[in-house]
């Protein structure tokens, strides 16, 4: 993996998750549809994001933590700012601390446009602060089905 040749402000971005990053991982469900999607995109993440990536890649050995090495190394990780924590601090009572902290980062970055991720609540919240959201693999508006 390589940098991202769109490091940089200006340039549309998708926020990815831990559940998101985790389909580089070998044997990862939806790994070959998630190569096919990402390519060419800016991908961003927070801390929380590496530390999800980082979690699943050592439950499933050493080729995955090398892999979750190299993707650490080419997504760009945004730092926790004032509008992220806000935001976060907005939606905290209704998500968990991580899930708040994913979409605060989201929604204050102005270049994030779209969110990828498989997990539930994240889906439908940032549904609602109108970011696309994505999940290569699974159907279109998928949370919108889930009870």
Same mark, same amino acid.
């Given at each position: 993996?390589?940098?991202?040749?769109?490091?940089?402000?200006? %340039?549309?971005?998708?926020?990815?998750?831990?559940?998101?990053?985790?389909?580089? =991982?070998?044997?990862?469900?939806? $790994?070959?549809?998630? =190569?096919?999607?990402?390519?060419?995109? $800016?991908?961003?993440?927070?801390?929380?994001?590496?530390?999800?990536?980082?979690?699943? /890649? !050592? /439950?499933?050995?050493?080729?995955? $933590?090398?892999? /979750?090495? #190299?993707?650490?190394?080419?997504?760009?990780?945004?730092?926790?700012?004032?509008?992220?924590?806000?935001?976060? @601090?907005?939606?905290?009572? #209704?998500? @968990?601390? !991580?899930?708040?902290?994913?979409?605060?980062?989201?929604? #204050?970055?102005?270049? %994030?446009?779209?969110?990828?991720?498989?997990?539930?609540?994240?889906?439908?919240?940032?549904? =609602?602060?109108? =970011?696309?959201?994505?999940?290569?693999?699974?159907?279109? $508006?998928?949370?919108?089905?889930?009870?």
């Amino acid at each position: 993996m390589t940098p991202s040749p769109f490091a940089g402000r200006g %340039v549309p971005a998708v926020y990815v998750d831990g559940s998101a990053l985790s389909q580089y =991982l070998p044997d990862a469900p939806f $790994r070959a549809t998630w =190569l096919a999607w990402v390519d060419g995109r $800016r991908l961003v993440t927070n801390p929380v994001g590496v530390t999800e990536l980082h979690g699943i /890649a !050592f /439950a499933r050995g050493a080729q995955a $933590r090398a892999v /979750a090495h #190299a993707v650490e190394q080419s997504v760009e990780v945004l730092r926790f700012t004032d509008q992220a924590l806000q935001t976060a @601090s907005h939606v905290s009572t #209704a998500l @968990s601390s !991580f899930v708040a902290l994913h979409i605060g980062t989201a929604v #204050a970055d102005p270049d %994030v446009e779209v969110v990828a991720t498989y997990q539930l609540d994240l889906a439908r919240v940032a549904a =609602l602060y109108r =970011l696309a959201v994505v999940s290569p693999g699974w159907p279109d $508006r998928w949370w919108e089905n889930v009870s």
